[in-house]
Protein backbone atom coordinates (compact mmCIF):
# COMPACT_ATOMS: atom_id res chain seq x y z
CA UNK A 1 0.00 0.00 0.00
CA UNK A 2 2.68 2.66 0.87
CA UNK A 3 4.55 2.26 -2.52
CA UNK A 4 1.09 2.73 -4.03
CA UNK A 5 0.49 5.63 -2.02
CA UNK A 6 3.59 7.36 -2.70
CA UNK A 7 3.21 6.66 -6.46
CA UNK A 8 0.07 8.45 -6.44
CA UNK A 9 1.84 11.53 -4.21
CA UNK A 10 4.26 12.01 -6.67
CA UNK A 11 1.69 11.39 -9.60
CA UNK A 12 -0.35 14.20 -8.14
CA UNK A 13 2.68 16.40 -7.81
CA UNK A 14 3.26 15.99 -11.30
CA UNK A 15 -0.56 16.86 -12.69
CA UNK A 16 -1.11 19.42 -10.61
CA UNK A 17 2.77 21.56 -11.57
CA UNK A 18 2.38 20.30 -15.62
CA UNK A 19 -1.62 20.18 -16.18
CA UNK A 20 -3.26 22.77 -13.45
CA UNK A 21 0.23 25.07 -13.64
CA UNK A 22 -0.15 24.97 -9.26
CA UNK A 23 3.45 26.17 -8.18
CA UNK A 24 5.88 23.85 -7.43
CA UNK A 25 5.97 24.61 -3.85
CA UNK A 26 2.36 24.52 -3.47
CA UNK A 27 2.13 21.13 -5.46
CA UNK A 28 5.16 19.16 -3.37
CA UNK A 29 3.23 20.43 -0.03
CA UNK A 30 0.20 19.45 -0.83
CA UNK A 31 2.15 15.66 -2.28
CA UNK A 32 3.90 15.75 1.30
CA UNK A 33 0.67 16.37 3.49
CA UNK A 34 -1.54 13.72 1.10
CA UNK A 35 0.95 10.86 1.66
CA UNK A 36 2.13 11.74 5.38
CA UNK A 37 -1.76 11.44 6.03
CA UNK A 38 -2.65 8.88 3.45
CA UNK A 39 0.20 6.47 5.09
CA UNK A 40 -0.65 6.69 8.72
CA UNK A 41 2.75 8.98 9.17
CA UNK A 42 0.52 11.01 11.66
CA UNK A 43 -0.33 14.63 12.01
CA UNK A 44 2.46 15.63 14.31
CA UNK A 45 4.70 13.10 12.19
CA UNK A 46 3.77 14.43 8.38
CA UNK A 47 4.63 17.90 10.11
CA UNK A 48 7.89 17.15 11.51
CA UNK A 49 9.03 15.06 8.57
CA UNK A 50 8.38 18.32 6.31
CA UNK A 51 9.97 20.61 8.31
CA UNK A 52 12.76 18.17 9.19
CA UNK A 53 13.57 17.43 5.46
CA UNK A 54 13.42 21.40 4.73
CA UNK A 55 15.79 21.69 7.46
CA UNK A 56 17.83 19.27 6.49
CA UNK A 57 18.34 19.81 2.61
CA UNK A 58 19.17 23.79 3.64
CA UNK A 59 21.58 22.60 6.00
CA UNK A 60 23.10 20.08 3.13
CA UNK A 61 22.86 22.49 0.15
CA UNK A 62 21.83 25.95 1.30
CA UNK A 63 25.28 27.59 1.41
CA UNK A 64 26.46 26.15 -2.05
CA UNK A 65 23.16 27.51 -3.71
CA UNK A 66 23.93 30.81 -2.25
CA UNK A 67 27.31 30.90 -2.84
CA UNK A 68 27.59 29.32 -6.42
CA UNK A 69 24.82 31.95 -7.62
CA UNK A 70 26.60 34.57 -6.58
CA UNK A 71 29.66 33.45 -7.85
CA UNK A 72 27.84 33.13 -11.00
CA UNK A 73 26.80 36.74 -10.72
CA UNK A 74 30.40 38.18 -10.71
CA UNK A 75 31.70 36.38 -13.10
CA UNK A 76 28.85 37.03 -15.72
CA UNK A 77 29.09 41.28 -14.88
CA UNK A 78 33.11 40.51 -15.73
CA UNK A 79 32.19 39.09 -19.07
CA UNK A 80 34.29 36.07 -17.42
CA UNK A 81 32.11 33.39 -19.49
CA UNK A 82 31.31 34.88 -22.69
CA UNK A 83 35.29 34.67 -23.07
CA UNK A 84 35.37 31.55 -21.64
CA UNK A 85 32.88 30.13 -24.57
CA UNK A 86 34.33 31.96 -26.99
CA UNK A 87 37.21 29.50 -26.61
CA UNK A 88 36.01 26.37 -25.95
CA UNK A 89 33.83 26.98 -29.11
CA UNK A 90 36.61 27.44 -31.07
CA UNK A 91 38.40 24.87 -29.54
CA UNK A 92 35.52 21.52 -29.23
CA UNK A 93 32.75 23.26 -31.29
CA UNK A 94 29.72 21.29 -31.87
CA UNK A 95 31.39 18.51 -29.42
CA UNK A 96 30.75 20.53 -26.73
CA UNK A 97 27.84 18.35 -25.07
CA UNK A 98 30.21 15.20 -25.55
CA UNK A 99 33.13 16.77 -23.42
CA UNK A 100 31.30 17.98 -20.71
CA UNK A 101 29.68 14.52 -20.21
CA UNK A 102 33.02 13.13 -20.38
CA UNK A 103 34.76 15.67 -18.12
CA UNK A 104 31.68 15.74 -15.32
CA UNK A 105 31.71 11.47 -15.51
CA UNK A 106 35.27 11.13 -15.11
CA UNK A 107 37.09 14.13 -13.83
CA UNK A 108 34.71 15.54 -11.32
CA UNK A 109 33.07 12.93 -9.19
CA UNK A 110 34.56 14.05 -5.58
CA UNK A 111 32.64 17.37 -6.34
CA UNK A 112 29.51 17.46 -4.52
CA UNK A 113 26.74 17.37 -7.77
CA UNK A 114 25.01 20.49 -6.52
CA UNK A 115 28.31 22.27 -6.98
CA UNK A 116 28.95 21.34 -10.47
CA UNK A 117 25.53 22.02 -11.69
CA UNK A 118 26.32 25.68 -10.21
CA UNK A 119 29.29 25.87 -11.94
CA UNK A 120 28.55 24.27 -15.19
CA UNK A 121 25.34 25.72 -16.34
CA UNK A 122 26.30 29.12 -16.88
CA UNK A 123 28.64 27.23 -19.72
CA UNK A 124 25.65 25.44 -21.17
CA UNK A 125 23.67 28.53 -20.80
CA UNK A 126 25.87 30.67 -23.01
CA UNK A 127 27.54 27.69 -25.58
CA UNK A 128 23.75 26.65 -26.41
CA UNK A 129 23.30 28.79 -29.32
CA UNK A 130 26.94 28.11 -30.29
CA UNK A 131 26.10 24.24 -30.19
CA UNK A 132 22.99 24.52 -31.50
CA UNK A 133 20.26 27.58 -32.28
CA UNK A 134 17.48 26.03 -31.11
CA UNK A 135 18.24 22.36 -29.25
CA UNK A 136 21.57 23.75 -28.17
CA UNK A 137 20.13 23.75 -24.01
CA UNK A 138 18.24 21.05 -24.08
CA UNK A 139 21.13 18.56 -25.45
CA UNK A 140 23.90 20.24 -23.20
CA UNK A 141 21.46 20.45 -20.42
CA UNK A 142 21.05 16.59 -20.92
CA UNK A 143 25.02 15.87 -20.99
CA UNK A 144 25.27 17.99 -17.87
CA UNK A 145 22.64 15.64 -16.44
CA UNK A 146 23.51 12.42 -17.10
CA UNK A 147 27.66 12.92 -16.89
CA UNK A 148 26.84 14.37 -13.39
CA UNK A 149 25.31 11.56 -11.97
CA UNK A 150 27.05 8.83 -14.09
CA UNK A 151 30.07 9.73 -11.87
CA UNK A 152 28.41 9.89 -8.93
CA UNK A 153 27.37 6.55 -8.47
CA UNK A 154 29.71 4.76 -11.15
CA UNK A 155 33.24 6.68 -10.20
CA UNK A 156 34.90 6.37 -7.28
CA UNK A 157 35.18 8.65 -5.38
CA UNK A 158 31.80 9.81 -6.22
CA UNK A 159 29.68 9.78 -2.76
CA UNK A 160 27.31 7.16 -4.21
CA UNK A 161 30.14 4.91 -5.88
CA UNK A 162 31.81 4.53 -2.76
CA UNK A 163 28.96 4.39 -0.16
CA UNK A 164 27.71 1.00 -2.88
CA UNK A 165 31.38 -0.33 -2.63
CA UNK A 166 31.37 0.04 1.15
CA UNK A 167 28.20 -1.46 2.14
CA UNK A 168 28.71 -4.49 -0.51
CA UNK A 169 32.34 -4.60 1.15
CA UNK A 170 33.60 -4.38 -2.80
CA UNK A 171 37.50 -2.93 -2.50
CA UNK A 172 36.92 0.76 -3.87
CA UNK A 173 40.49 -0.27 -6.20
CA UNK A 174 37.46 -3.18 -7.93
CA UNK A 175 35.08 -1.12 -8.10
CA UNK A 176 36.85 1.68 -9.96
CA UNK A 177 38.29 -0.47 -12.49
CA UNK A 178 34.84 -1.41 -13.86
CA UNK A 179 32.92 1.57 -12.97
CA UNK A 180 34.92 4.26 -14.28
CA UNK A 181 34.55 2.82 -18.15
CA UNK A 182 30.81 1.64 -17.78
CA UNK A 183 30.36 5.50 -16.01
CA UNK A 184 32.31 6.59 -19.32
CA UNK A 185 30.38 4.90 -21.76
CA UNK A 186 27.12 5.41 -20.26
CA UNK A 187 27.67 9.57 -20.51
CA UNK A 188 28.58 9.34 -24.00
CA UNK A 189 26.08 7.00 -25.07
CA UNK A 190 23.48 8.16 -23.41
CA UNK A 191 24.37 12.19 -24.62
CA UNK A 192 24.21 10.79 -28.22
CA UNK A 193 20.94 8.88 -28.22
CA UNK A 194 19.50 12.01 -26.64
CA UNK A 195 20.97 14.17 -29.35
CA UNK A 196 19.00 11.69 -31.59
CA UNK A 197 16.16 12.07 -29.76
CA UNK A 198 16.29 15.74 -29.91
CA UNK A 199 15.86 15.81 -33.79
CA UNK A 200 12.64 14.86 -33.98
CA UNK A 201 9.94 17.10 -33.05
CA UNK A 202 10.28 16.45 -28.89
CA UNK A 203 11.88 19.60 -27.66
CA UNK A 204 9.47 22.77 -27.95
CA UNK A 205 11.16 26.04 -27.36
CA UNK A 206 7.20 27.56 -26.25
CA UNK A 207 6.57 25.10 -23.48
CA UNK A 208 10.13 23.90 -22.38
CA UNK A 209 11.62 26.96 -21.76
CA UNK A 210 10.57 29.32 -18.67
CA UNK A 211 8.33 31.55 -20.13
CA UNK A 212 9.68 34.20 -17.20
CA UNK A 213 12.68 34.08 -19.78
CA UNK A 214 10.78 35.35 -22.47
CA UNK A 215 8.97 37.77 -21.01
CA UNK A 216 12.18 39.09 -19.27
CA UNK A 217 14.73 38.80 -21.76
CA UNK A 218 17.64 41.07 -21.05
CA UNK A 219 16.68 42.35 -17.82
CA UNK A 220 19.82 41.83 -15.15
CA UNK A 221 17.11 42.68 -12.40
CA UNK A 222 14.75 39.84 -13.25
CA UNK A 223 15.65 36.75 -11.07
CA UNK A 224 15.93 34.17 -12.76
CA UNK A 225 18.56 36.00 -15.27
CA UNK A 226 21.33 35.41 -12.79
CA UNK A 227 21.08 32.20 -11.29
CA UNK A 228 21.11 30.91 -14.97
CA UNK A 229 24.37 32.83 -15.93
CA UNK A 230 22.90 36.30 -16.48
CA UNK A 231 22.25 35.08 -20.15
CA UNK A 232 19.85 37.06 -21.90
CA UNK A 233 17.62 35.93 -24.73
CA UNK A 234 16.45 37.86 -27.96
CA UNK A 235 12.82 37.58 -29.76
CA UNK A 236 14.28 34.17 -31.33
CA UNK A 237 15.09 32.76 -28.38
CA UNK A 238 18.76 32.84 -28.93
CA UNK A 239 20.95 33.07 -25.64
CA UNK A 240 23.06 36.40 -26.29
CA UNK A 241 24.93 38.56 -23.98
CA UNK A 242 26.35 41.93 -24.29
CA UNK A 243 29.44 42.58 -24.08
CA UNK A 244 28.99 46.57 -23.77
CA UNK A 245 27.88 45.75 -20.47
CA UNK A 246 30.81 44.41 -19.82
CA UNK A 247 33.55 47.18 -18.06
CA UNK A 248 36.58 47.59 -20.17
CA UNK A 249 38.71 47.02 -17.08
CA UNK A 250 37.33 43.83 -16.50
CA UNK A 251 37.99 42.63 -20.56
CA UNK A 252 41.95 43.43 -19.46
CA UNK A 253 42.30 40.89 -16.82
CA UNK A 254 43.98 37.66 -17.55
CA UNK A 255 40.76 34.94 -17.75
CA UNK A 256 42.45 32.99 -15.83
CA UNK A 257 41.92 35.42 -13.19
CA UNK A 258 38.86 35.46 -13.85
CA UNK A 259 38.29 31.89 -13.81
CA UNK A 260 39.74 31.55 -10.86
CA UNK A 261 36.86 32.11 -7.75
CA UNK A 262 35.84 28.31 -10.08
CA UNK A 263 38.98 26.96 -10.24
CA UNK A 264 40.22 27.76 -6.96
CA UNK A 265 36.95 26.01 -5.47
CA UNK A 266 36.89 22.85 -7.76
CA UNK A 267 40.78 21.85 -6.94
CA UNK A 268 40.17 22.55 -3.20
CA UNK A 269 37.20 20.34 -3.06
CA UNK A 270 39.13 17.39 -4.98
CA UNK A 271 42.23 18.13 -3.25
CA UNK A 272 40.53 17.83 -0.09
CA UNK A 273 38.10 14.70 -1.17
CA UNK A 274 40.90 12.62 -2.49
CA UNK A 275 43.57 13.27 0.52
CA UNK A 276 40.50 11.68 2.82
CA UNK A 277 40.37 8.99 0.36
CA UNK A 278 44.04 7.65 0.76
CA UNK A 279 43.99 8.60 4.54
CA UNK A 280 46.06 11.25 4.37
CA UNK A 281 43.45 14.66 5.40
CA UNK A 282 43.91 16.84 8.22
CA UNK A 283 41.73 19.15 9.74
CA UNK A 284 43.10 21.76 8.02
CA UNK A 285 42.18 20.00 4.77
CA UNK A 286 39.47 18.66 5.55
CA UNK A 287 38.24 22.29 6.53
CA UNK A 288 39.53 24.01 3.04
CA UNK A 289 38.37 21.36 1.09
CA UNK A 290 34.66 21.51 2.74
CA UNK A 291 32.46 22.53 -0.28
CA UNK A 292 31.18 25.54 1.69
CA UNK A 293 34.06 26.80 3.02
CA UNK A 294 35.87 26.15 -1.33
CA UNK A 295 32.63 27.94 -2.45
CA UNK A 296 33.21 31.12 -0.01
CA UNK A 297 36.81 30.96 -0.82
CA UNK A 298 35.80 31.46 -4.38
CA UNK A 299 33.18 34.24 -3.86
CA UNK A 300 35.88 36.43 -1.54
CA UNK A 301 38.35 35.86 -4.97
CA UNK A 302 35.40 37.11 -6.90
CA UNK A 303 34.39 40.18 -5.01
CA UNK A 304 37.97 40.94 -4.85
CA UNK A 305 38.35 40.37 -8.68
CA UNK A 306 34.85 42.83 -9.30
CA UNK A 307 35.83 45.76 -7.04
CA UNK A 308 38.97 45.91 -8.99
CA UNK A 309 37.30 45.22 -12.42
CA UNK A 310 33.64 46.53 -11.61
CA UNK A 311 33.85 49.14 -8.45
CA UNK A 312 31.97 49.07 -6.00
CA UNK A 313 28.51 50.34 -7.66
CA UNK A 314 29.23 47.24 -9.97
CA UNK A 315 29.90 44.87 -7.66
CA UNK A 316 27.17 45.87 -4.97
CA UNK A 317 24.46 45.90 -8.66
CA UNK A 318 25.77 42.38 -9.72
CA UNK A 319 25.45 40.73 -5.77
CA UNK A 320 21.54 42.65 -5.34
CA UNK A 321 20.63 40.65 -8.12
CA UNK A 322 22.18 37.27 -7.01
CA UNK A 323 20.85 37.31 -3.89
CA UNK A 324 17.23 38.31 -5.27
CA UNK A 325 17.74 35.06 -6.93
CA UNK A 326 18.34 32.75 -4.64
CA UNK A 327 15.20 32.82 -2.28
CA UNK A 328 13.11 31.31 -5.11
CA UNK A 329 15.64 28.27 -5.03
CA UNK A 330 16.41 27.72 -1.97
CA UNK A 331 12.73 27.58 -1.45
CA UNK A 332 11.39 25.48 -4.39
CA UNK A 333 14.82 23.06 -2.95
CA UNK A 334 13.90 22.65 0.54
CA UNK A 335 10.32 21.49 -0.07
CA UNK A 336 11.74 18.91 -2.42
CA UNK A 337 13.32 17.70 0.61
CA UNK A 338 10.28 17.90 2.49
CA UNK A 339 8.78 15.46 0.37
CA UNK A 340 11.30 13.12 0.53
CA UNK A 341 11.91 12.98 4.21
CA UNK A 342 7.75 12.22 4.53
CA UNK A 343 8.29 8.93 1.74
CA UNK A 344 11.77 7.47 4.23
CA UNK A 345 8.61 7.46 7.53
CA UNK A 346 6.48 4.87 5.28
CA UNK A 347 7.81 1.21 5.94
CA UNK A 348 8.55 1.36 1.81
CA UNK A 349 12.40 0.15 2.75
CA UNK A 350 10.85 -3.26 4.51
CA UNK A 351 8.88 -3.97 1.71
CA UNK A 352 11.13 -4.01 -0.75
CA UNK A 353 13.79 -5.93 1.67
CA UNK A 354 11.17 -8.46 2.20
CA UNK A 355 10.92 -8.82 -1.76
CA UNK A 356 14.69 -9.53 -2.46
CA UNK A 357 15.36 -11.79 0.33
CA UNK A 358 12.51 -13.98 -1.19
CA UNK A 359 14.30 -14.42 -4.76
CA UNK A 360 17.72 -15.28 -3.17
CA UNK A 361 19.88 -17.69 -5.23
CA UNK A 362 18.25 -16.68 -8.42
CA UNK A 363 20.33 -16.39 -11.66
CA UNK A 364 22.43 -13.34 -12.63
CA UNK A 365 20.20 -11.68 -14.77
CA UNK A 366 17.01 -11.93 -12.09
CA UNK A 367 19.17 -10.78 -9.30
CA UNK A 368 20.55 -7.70 -11.46
CA UNK A 369 17.44 -6.88 -12.35
CA UNK A 370 15.88 -7.18 -9.47
CA UNK A 371 19.01 -4.87 -7.44
CA UNK A 372 18.34 -2.46 -10.81
CA UNK A 373 14.57 -2.38 -9.46
CA UNK A 374 15.02 -1.96 -5.98
CA UNK A 375 17.42 0.79 -6.34
CA UNK A 376 15.39 2.30 -9.40
CA UNK A 377 12.16 2.89 -7.18
CA UNK A 378 13.97 4.14 -3.86
CA UNK A 379 15.58 6.78 -5.89
CA UNK A 380 11.85 7.77 -7.56
CA UNK A 381 10.55 7.53 -4.14
CA UNK A 382 12.39 9.47 -2.22
CA UNK A 383 14.44 11.77 -4.65
CA UNK A 384 17.90 11.51 -3.71
CA UNK A 385 20.60 9.20 -5.78
CA UNK A 386 22.57 8.67 -3.03
CA UNK A 387 20.25 8.17 -0.71
CA UNK A 388 18.11 5.37 -3.02
CA UNK A 389 21.68 3.60 -3.61
CA UNK A 390 22.65 3.25 -0.20
CA UNK A 391 19.16 2.38 0.87
CA UNK A 392 19.09 -0.26 -1.70
CA UNK A 393 22.92 -1.37 -1.27
CA UNK A 394 21.73 -1.76 2.68
CA UNK A 395 19.17 -3.86 1.77
CA UNK A 396 20.60 -6.14 -0.32
CA UNK A 397 24.24 -6.76 0.96
CA UNK A 398 22.66 -9.27 3.32
CA UNK A 399 21.80 -11.73 0.85
CA UNK A 400 24.55 -10.59 -1.79
CA UNK A 401 26.35 -13.61 -0.92
CA UNK A 402 23.70 -16.59 -1.37
CA UNK A 403 22.55 -15.04 -4.76
CA UNK A 404 25.93 -16.29 -6.33
CA UNK A 405 26.64 -13.30 -8.42
CA UNK A 406 29.69 -11.08 -7.76
CA UNK A 407 29.34 -8.02 -5.30
CA UNK A 408 31.00 -5.43 -8.07
CA UNK A 409 28.50 -6.74 -10.47
CA UNK A 410 25.49 -6.26 -7.81
CA UNK A 411 27.19 -2.96 -7.09
CA UNK A 412 26.68 -1.39 -10.71
CA UNK A 413 23.46 -2.99 -10.85
CA UNK A 414 22.38 -0.55 -7.99
CA UNK A 415 24.35 2.25 -9.16
CA UNK A 416 22.59 1.92 -12.65
CA UNK A 417 19.05 1.53 -11.24
CA UNK A 418 20.10 4.77 -8.51
CA UNK A 419 20.11 6.93 -11.71
CA UNK A 420 16.39 6.34 -13.03
CA UNK A 421 14.04 9.14 -13.31
CA UNK A 422 15.36 12.16 -10.94
CA UNK A 423 12.67 13.86 -11.29
CA UNK A 424 10.36 16.28 -8.99
CA UNK A 425 10.86 15.16 -5.24
CA UNK A 426 14.58 16.08 -6.02
CA UNK A 427 16.28 18.95 -4.79
CA UNK A 428 18.43 18.39 -7.72
CA UNK A 429 15.52 18.87 -10.48
CA UNK A 430 14.54 22.09 -8.84
CA UNK A 431 18.28 23.71 -9.03
CA UNK A 432 18.58 22.31 -12.60
CA UNK A 433 15.68 23.57 -13.81
CA UNK A 434 16.12 27.34 -12.22
CA UNK A 435 19.83 27.35 -13.38
CA UNK A 436 19.37 26.36 -17.06
CA UNK A 437 16.04 28.19 -17.44
CA UNK A 438 14.03 24.96 -17.98
CA UNK A 439 10.02 24.99 -17.45
CA UNK A 440 9.32 21.93 -15.23
CA UNK A 441 8.24 20.26 -18.62
CA UNK A 442 11.54 20.99 -19.91
CA UNK A 443 13.36 19.74 -16.84
CA UNK A 444 11.84 16.80 -17.06
CA UNK A 445 12.63 16.35 -21.11
CA UNK A 446 16.18 16.43 -20.08
CA UNK A 447 17.12 15.78 -16.53
CA UNK A 448 14.45 13.24 -16.04
CA UNK A 449 14.76 11.84 -19.67
CA UNK A 450 18.45 12.09 -19.72
CA UNK A 451 18.91 10.47 -16.17
CA UNK A 452 16.56 7.29 -17.37
CA UNK A 453 18.05 6.68 -20.41
CA UNK A 454 21.42 6.41 -18.59
CA UNK A 455 19.74 4.21 -16.14
CA UNK A 456 19.09 1.63 -19.45
CA UNK A 457 21.55 1.91 -21.10
CA UNK A 458 23.98 1.14 -18.20
CA UNK A 459 21.88 -2.00 -17.18
CA UNK A 460 23.25 -4.25 -20.84
CA UNK A 461 26.84 -3.25 -19.62
CA UNK A 462 26.64 -4.22 -16.27
CA UNK A 463 24.81 -7.68 -17.78
CA UNK A 464 28.59 -7.69 -19.79
CA UNK A 465 30.52 -6.95 -16.99
CA UNK A 466 29.13 -10.16 -15.21
CA UNK A 467 30.84 -12.52 -17.50
CA UNK A 468 34.00 -11.28 -16.87
CA UNK A 469 34.09 -9.95 -13.09
Known amino acids: MDVALTLIAIAVAILLIIRFKVDPVISLIISSVFLGLSAGVGL ?71 VQVVLASPMARQAAPVIDRKRGLPWLAGAIGIGIFAGYVFVVPGLSAVAIAGLLDVSLGRYLVFGAPLGLATALVTTLL ?125 LSSGFRTTGEILLITGIGGSLGAVITETDLEDILKGLFSADAGAPVLITVLLAWFIAALLHFAIGSVSVGAITAAGIIAPVVASTGVDPVVVGLAIASGAMFALHVNSNFFWMFKSLLGLSTKGALKTLTLATSLGAVVSLPMVLLVSLVA
Open 44 to 114: EGTVEAITVGFGDIMAEVGLLIGFGVLIGSLLQATGTFRALVEIIARRVGGKLPYAMAAALSTIFPSIYVD
Open 194 to 318: FRMLLRTRFWNESTDIDPDEEEHPDNPEHGAYLARGAIGTDDAGTAEEHPDDVPAAALRLPLALRLSPILVPLVLIAFGAFMDLFGNSTALIAFIGDANIALFIGLLIAFIIGRRALGSEGTEHA
